[in-house]
């Protein structure tokens, strides 16, 4: 059947027109056959009567299907053929017939119906109602189909061909394009989606990463939004890859989820610090943090932000800014949809009189106009536009409305106006004859409203095509809480399809449940309020399937019909029979003793071969300077502060690991030391015969061989003997330490010495910045230490005549992203730091985490740039204001004074009494004196040549740069 176009009537009538040839036609000369074809019709026509019998009549539509849209009219071309005179126009007879009303009346040529004179009032009722057409006894039909639309229907298989031809040649396409292709069921990472193998995602990925490694992420994220926009695509992929989850903590080097968690602020408002007032930030990162499955913090006043900024016609504008110059915070339909879905997504379902969700869609009907379109603020102009339609078309759906339902449908409705839109190449205008100035987003829009879909799209526990057997099980599920508490007696529940799962089964009993912000569904935090970690460190949750814990995550573990299912929580692991994180051997036990070893970084050891593209149970991959990335992040609930940095490298710095420990042949064995620094764990079967083993450091301070340029050395080494030993199965090798807050993690190596080539060899691993661990397969012994890869930048103020004391030093923490130049090119090294910079400077220096409330300081405003950084730094005890309440942001800061925030930071030990052996050591303020102690003897500060120290100074960024670098390597 040839394809004919089809449109919607505004009339409701239906249109016949001539489609195709004969086939004994289409192999003519064109020009012959024009001529040919003309010559036989008009003979045909005048001189003789239709003869033969009718052999079928044909409805002709691109697709399957006839889409109506629900203002009662459909265009289609009917071709009756016979024998041997092809399809000519006839009169026919069309009628409907609906699965749930029986046969209908059939009607006459080019007869008017519409939905109220057939089917009842409002939109056709039944997917399966039938179109048929009959001529001479002989019938054609095709089914009806209703909105919502398959991706399969015509004009959603245009815009995924639009979106398809759209796609550049390196793979590049549109962030919200990924989010609706997910909701047309197309995978936005799948084969259909690449261009040489390389998907939209994964360009942008890798785009990512080369700009966090050129320090220019500030010319991508420049706005909350931009991180929101960005998980909500990662998550499309998630939708049938759950290993795209980890992306959500490590996007290219960039943590979606983190960035978008720590700029909520008090009030429950998710926006950096000049978005305060945005109310786009804030529902943006709601659905984003929704669709990647992560919990919100306080959702009770994210809810309640927004709540309390409705504006009196139960709309919302982009900005509360009363100032606004483009009066933002004025109603508009596009920001009101958003909230809608925000509203949801947090829970609130409330439509009752005088509830937000209620006055929000009081407000979308009044802008919906008579040919049912919805305009975007009538202030702006009174016509409808495409965006608009699209956006409340989802907000209705995620509020439980019918968007072609009475209650939104007039004599059109806001499906039908935003087909009406629709270009013949799949895209849409933003107004009748106006492009839309992102022609890419607004057909991604569209296609997520044309499917009745809306956003968040929520992962699924397991990706479409998951699961097995038969089509419904029925399990029985319990839950106990703390020593044993009933939280929920065995209940029986059924599962289906994707829900086949042990995590589910939880879900189904209607169990408030929360998940890791680091690992989502993979792993379970708390049921009904009860969290880990509650009752102890390593106290939590467990799973049981018929009387067996189960081994892997709850979400992975699939059921089966009958199985019984008991979550209980343990104060401590041996309660559990094993571990919560997944049972352990009686070596991972035995490391566990010295060294806390998570699950998550045993699991992503199993898998690193396959994370880092290597050949399946590779145990090394060339010399370190080769090696473009030879280590994963994995990162807990609770990554390390500056403190516990600080308090680990001290506890590694005592002692050195000596270790000889025989291992016999066939038993294998653990061998670690009691301080935790490192654990060989050698398996049953990598020794063929009886070895003695030893194992000893050489401190990081001495020198070691070889080190690369460009790397620099950031553990002890470790000295494995007897050399030459090659294991038959390999051995974990586990090593702890403080990684510098200088280091940038995802550029550290794990390296052993190849003496007989001098260099060293990069091993790939695991980093568990938790724990401060790194571990690997090794499948020899040798020397082994853990290298990092320096970044640098430099600035053309900043050379080896103008400034060599600091260069190195400044050019190091710039590449680390701590200090940053006044622009592009310039650091200014001479100019005066000032307390805001310095404040600013060090939570980034030190990762501090953003405060919960505000240091309410009287000259600290919030919409200022460093206000979060001083809020933070205050309430990290870090800095102090002045005893007026003021912090003076503005005022340039005095070595004595920048010596105590540094001691203060180190918390190093202050005694009275000391002496400083400097001239001008009496003007050193009194409050001042243990703290400059402190720092000389820590070495943080030090005198000038002519033997003064010069407390009074004004410190400059030279001198700043280098004290802080001194700290940090401290």
Known sequence: MEPSPWRIVPNGVFSFKKVGRSARLRYINKGIALWLVFLFLITFVFAFPAQGAVTSVRLNIEGDS??????????????????????????????????????????????????????????????????????????????????????????????????????????????????ALATAGENPNGADWQKESVSHLVYQENYIRELKETNNLNTYFGQLTDYARLLLSVSAAAYFDNAWEARFLNFGGVNLVGEIKVAQDGNG???????????????????ALKAAGQSIHDIESARQWLVDCQNIDGGWGYTTDQNDPWGGYLSDSNTTADVVRALVALGDNDKSEGSALKKALVYLKNNQSADGGFICNPLWGNEPDGWSDARV??????????????????????????LSLQKPDGSFWYMPGFPAFDPLALAADSLCALTGKTLPVVIPSNPPGGGGGQDVISVTVAVSGLDGAVIYPGQTVSLAGQEKNALDALLKLGADVTFSETYGRSYVTGINGLKEKQYGATSGWCCKVNESEIQV????????????????YVRSVPEAGGSRDVAKTDEEKKISGSINLSWQAKETLDKLSELLGLKQGATEMGPVG???????????????????????????????????????????????????????????????????????????????????AGFRQVSSLYEFKPEGITFVEPATLTLRLAVPPIVNPEKLVLAWYDKANQRWVAIPAVADLTGGLVL???????????????????????TGTSCKWAKNTIEVLAGAGIVGGIDQKRFAPERAITRAELTSLLVRALDVPAATGSA????????EWYAGSVSAAFAAGLVKGYEDGIFRPDQGITREELTTVLVRALDLPTSTGEILPFTDAAKISSWAK?????????????????????????????ECAVMVYRMLES
């Not at 071309?77 to 409907?96: H, M």
């Not at 995550?553 to 209980?568: M, P, Q, R, S, T």
């Not at 609770?638 to 050195?656: A, C, I």
């Not at 301080?675 to 990598?686: I, T, Y």
Request: charged residues 25%; glycine residues 10%.
């Open 66 to 179: 006839v889409l109506y849209s629900g203002d009662g009219s459909v265009s289609i071309t009917a071709s009756v053929y016979d024998d041997g005179l092809g399809d000519l126009q006839r009169e026919v007879s069309w009628g409907i017939t609906d699965p749930a009303a029986g046969a209908l009346e059939p009607g006459v040529t080019q007869a008017m119906f519409t939905p109220a004179g057939i089917l009842g009032p409002g939109r056709w009722d039944a997917v399966g109602t039938t179109v048929y057409a009959v001529y001479e006894g002989v019938r054609g039909e095709l089914p009806l189909m209703v909105y919502p639309w398959e991706a399969k229907s015509n004009p959603l298989k245009k815009i995924l061909v639009y979106l398809r031809n759209h796609q550049r040649p390196d793979g590049f396409l549109n962030d919200w394009a990924m989010v």
């Open 269 to 287: 408002h998710y926006g950096k610090d000049w978005e305060a007032k945005l109310v786009n930030s804030h529902v943006w990162s709601i659905l």
């Open 393 to 418: 078309i989802m907000a209705l759906v995620a509020a439980g409305e019918d968007p072609q339902g009475s209650g939104w449908t007039q004599d059109k409705n806001a499906v039908t106006h935003l």
């Open 553 to 568: 995550a709850a979400k992975d573990y699939l059921l089966n019909d009958g199985d019984k299912i008991v979550w209980f």
């Open 626 to 708: 080769e090696t473009a990335k030879a280590v994963v992040i994995v990162e807990g609930e609770k990554p390390l502060t500056w403190l516990d940095r600080l308090n680990l490298k001290k506890e590694l710095d005592t002692g050195t690991v000596d270790i000889v420990q025989k291992v016999t042949a066939g038993k294998g064995a653990v061998l670690t030391e009691g301080k935790g620094k490192l654990a060989l764990e050698v398996p049953a079967k990598a020794l063929s015969q009886d070895v003695e083993i030893s194992i000893k450091e050489t401190r990081q301070t001495e020198s070691i061989p070889g080190v690369p």
């Open 776 to 798: 690997a397969k090794i499948k020899h012994f040798s020397s082994f230490t853990v290298l990092a890869r320096e970044e640098r930048k430099s600035f053309e103020d900043v």
């Open 856 to 863: 309410e300081f009287k000259d600290v405003r919030e919409n």
């Open 930 to 958: 243990n703290s400059v102690a402190a720092g000389v003897v820590g070495q943080l500060v030090k005198g000038y040549p002519d033997g003064t120290i010069r407390p009074q100074d004004a410190v400059t960024r030279a």
